[in-house]
């Protein structure tokens, strides 16, 4: 009889359908809480202004994780360390500060169809670092994604772009680095501790900065606006990452990130219901063509990390 081939211990075991159909089942809901983001955003902004909105979400979140990690009794991971701080910087600064900028300009609906083009992005960056290996098929459905959200928002926006769809650009880099590091930190730690230590990490900055730019008189700022805010820290910033985090450990970062390609029409739905945007026939075609190639790209191969 021949021996049983053992896998080497530092090849990962192969995803099966079922962990891969919960993987993206997670990831989907973490699009479901991550969609009103924009339009919460939108509505804030005014208010409190990008800079504090953006410290006090991440202080919210820090909070809230501060007090899972103490009660948690975690110990400081510290070989995962490096990791953590940068996905800190994408996600707790660069994509919240970013967005938060281009929310003063921009119309939610019209950031939430830029947005769409983050799976893609967190493709790119988890076949150069995360050493993925999307199938030619694959990369075909999600560069056919891309373009059709990048042309619906390109026709939305009367055939040229805003200087804050350059903001939303960045946001979308700092989303797809601090993705990707989360997916993989989440296949080594538990994803709750993953995004814990990110927005703990940045409490020695955003806590000083929630106190500077806070709002001169509190008293006149609409409760809505704070109600805003708390989503976007314990929700956006934080618990989101719970479903999000799981899932891309389970289904693979490149598969998973592909539940995103439905944000932007969701996010154009709850600009609609919360700030009056409009919304046609031709925003519910393009979110039907998108949704189609989420369903056929996920059925495609990606090679897990070597």
Do not use: K
Not at 49 to 62: D, Q, S, Y
């Amino acid at each position: 009889m021949a021996p049983e081939r053992r896998r080497p211990q530092n090849q990962p075991a192969p995803r099966t359908r079922e962990q891969e159909s919960l993987g993206l089942s997670l990831g989907f809901l973490g699009v479901v809480i991550f969609a009103a983001t924009l339009p919460s955003t939108r509505l804030a902004v005014p208010s409190l202004g990008p800079e504090f909105l953006t410290a006090a979400r991440a202080l919210i979140a820090g909070l809230l994780a501060a007090g899972v990690l103490l009660s948690a009794r975690r110990p400081l991971p510290r070989r995962q360390f490096p990791r953590l701080a940068i996905a800190a910087v994408c996600l707790v600064v660069g994509f919240p500060g970013f967005s938060s900028f281009a929310m003063r300009s921009l119309p939610a609906a019209h950031g939430g169809v830029i947005v769409g083009v983050l799976p893609l992005a967190t493709v790119v960056v988890a076949a150069l670092v995360g050493r993925e290996r999307p199938s030619l098929s694959f990369w075909a459905c999600a560069l056919l994604g891309a373009l059709l959200v990048g042309g619906f928002a390109l026709r939305q926006g009367g055939g040229a772009p805003q200087w804050g769809d350059g903001l939303l650009l960045l946001a979308i880099a700092s989303a797809a680095l601090g993705y990707t590091l989360s997916g993989q930190l989440s296949r080594e730690m538990p994803a709750r501790d993953v995004i814990s230590w990110i927005v703990v990490l940045a409490l020695p900055l955003s806590a000083p900065l929630t106190l500077i730019y806070r709002p001169a008189e509190p008293s006149l700022v609409p409760l809505y606006a704070w109600a805003c805010l708390a989503y976007l820290g314990a929700m956006s910033m934080y618990l989101g990452f719970f479903a999000w985090n799981a899932g891309m450990a389970l289904g693979g970062v490149a598969r998973v990130s592909q539940a995103q390609l439905a944000q932007p029409f969701i996010t154009i739905g709850l600009s609609a219901l919360l700030l009056g945007e409009r919304i046609d026939a031709e925003t519910i075609g393009f979110a039907a063509l998108v949704v189609g190639l989420v369903f056929v790209g996920r059925r495609q191969r990606v090679a897990a990390a070597r």
